[in-house]
């Protein structure tokens, strides 16, 4: 996957939000990760690689 493919990935499944008890950062999360989950499971899998447990908070 390019890198401004992994970019519309992310922010197609995920929205900005501010982080708990620190509201001046804001990540990319997933509202339901189980879906998003699933999506980059398929995804990596189609290359073999395995699903990014650390990259899920």
């Given at each position: 996957?390019?890198?401004p493919d992994k970019a519309l990935f992310i922010r197609a499944h995920t929205r900005l939000l501010?982080?708990?008890h620190a509201p001046e950062i804001c990540?990319?999360?997933a509202d339901e990760a189980t879906a998003l989950w699933e999506k980059?499971?398929?995804e990596l899998g189609e290359m073999?690689?395995?699903p990014p447990f650390w990259a899920f908070a």
């Open positions: 996957m390019a890198d501010a982080v708990p990540l990319y999360l980059t499971e398929e073999g690689l395995p």
